[in-house]
């Protein structure tokens, strides 16, 4: 049996196919590993996440503040077990390898805790108030704000409209002083919230600086005079 040798040019060609088939049967094998550290990572985030959602179950809240996102626990119980859970969700996602940048809840229950526990009876006592006079029949309908420029201004002007009602209910219904004191918490704890919105918009925008739409700008205001800032 006659066996035709190769001729330079043709092994030269084979060896070129050859690495080129181990190169993407390298590229293929780091996708799938990608992949598999992707889905880890998104069943890990969404292990805390159900935790959280499970142990916040527990605590006495209310929907009375509307679109405003602090914590509208009932008494100090119900705050201290928010922020234990906040914080072992934080926990949870730093061992899943997750960078935590910015979590507004440390204005709460790290910075200013006590100055909550000692608002807490004021937001407690006006709740019938604000169901009454307040939220979506007077500031909505609500709806989820998602990461986009136009998101956030239709959610601000949504936050403007709650914060200035609720203000006014406050310093109506809780001591002068007491109840603007209350209203001004609430109003340093949006400012920090719409902060890290644009941090959180600008990060997800690469090699990009987004200008904070004007309803959010309103919103960043250290004022002691609430009327200040949009009345």
Same mark, same amino acid.
């Given at each position: 049996?006659?066996?035709?040798?190769?001729?330079?040019?043709?092994?030269?060609?084979?060896?070129? #196919?050859?690495?080129?088939?181990?190169?993407?049967?390298?590229?293929?094998?780091?996708?799938?590993?990608?992949?598999?550290?992707?889905?880890?990572?998104?069943?890990?985030? !969404?292990?805390?996440?159900?935790?959280?959602?499970?142990?916040?179950?527990?605590?006495k809240?209310?929907?009375?503040?509307?679109?405003?996102?602090m914590? =509208?626990?009932?008494?100090?119980?119900?705050?201290?077990?928010?922020?234990?859970?906040?914080?072992?969700? =934080?926990?949870?996602?730093?061992?899943?390898g %997750?960078?935590?940048?910015?979590?507004?809840?440390? %204005?709460?229950?790290?910075?200013? %805790?006590?100055?909550?526990?000692?608002?807490?009876?004021?937001?407690?006592?006006?709740?019938?108030?604000?169901?009454?006079?307040?939220g979506? !029949?007077?500031? &909505?309908?609500? @709806?989820?704000?998602d990461?986009?420029?136009? &998101?956030?201004?239709?959610?601000?002007?949504?936050?403007?409209?709650?914060?200035?009602?609720?203000?006014?209910?406050?310093?109506?219904?809780?001591?002068?002083?007491?109840?603007?004191?209350?209203a001004?918490?609430?109003?340093?704890?949006? @400012?920090?919230?719409?902060?890290f919105?644009?941090?959180?918009? #600008?990060?997800?925008?690469a #090699?990009?600086?987004?200008?904070?739409? @004007?309803?959010? @700008?309103?919103?960043?205001c250290?004022?002691?005079?609430? =009327?200040e800032?949009?009345?």
């Amino acid at each position: 049996m006659i066996i035709r040798r190769k001729r330079a040019f043709d092994l030269a060609q084979i060896e070129s #196919n050859l690495a080129e088939e181990e190169e993407q049967r390298l590229r293929w094998g780091l996708f799938r590993i990608e992949d598999s550290v992707q889905l880890r990572d998104k069943m890990c985030r !969404k292990k805390c996440d159900e935790n959280l959602r499970l142990g916040l179950d527990m605590v006495k809240v209310h929907t009375a503040l509307g679109s405003i996102s602090m914590p =509208s626990v009932v008494d100090e119980n119900d705050l201290k077990l928010f922020c234990r859970l906040d914080d072992q969700h =934080s926990w949870c996602l730093r061992y899943c390898g %997750f960078t935590i940048q910015f979590n507004v809840n440390d %204005f709460i229950c790290k910075d200013h %805790f006590q100055e909550m526990t000692h608002l807490l009876p004021c937001y407690r006592h006006i709740i019938p108030v604000l169901k009454r006079e307040c939220g979506a !029949k007077r500031c &909505g309908p609500y @709806s989820n704000i998602d990461n986009m420029d136009i &998101g956030h201004a239709r959610g601000c002007h949504t936050l403007i409209c709650d914060i200035k009602c609720t203000a006014n209910v406050l310093i109506r219904h809780c001591a002068n002083e007491y109840g603007r004191k209350a209203a001004h918490f609430i109003m340093n704890y949006t @400012s920090q919230q719409v902060s890290f919105w644009m941090k959180e918009l #600008n990060d997800t925008i690469a #090699n990009s600086t987004v200008a904070t739409p @004007s309803a959010c @700008s309103r919103l960043i205001c250290h004022k002691s005079d609430l =009327s200040e800032c949009f009345w």
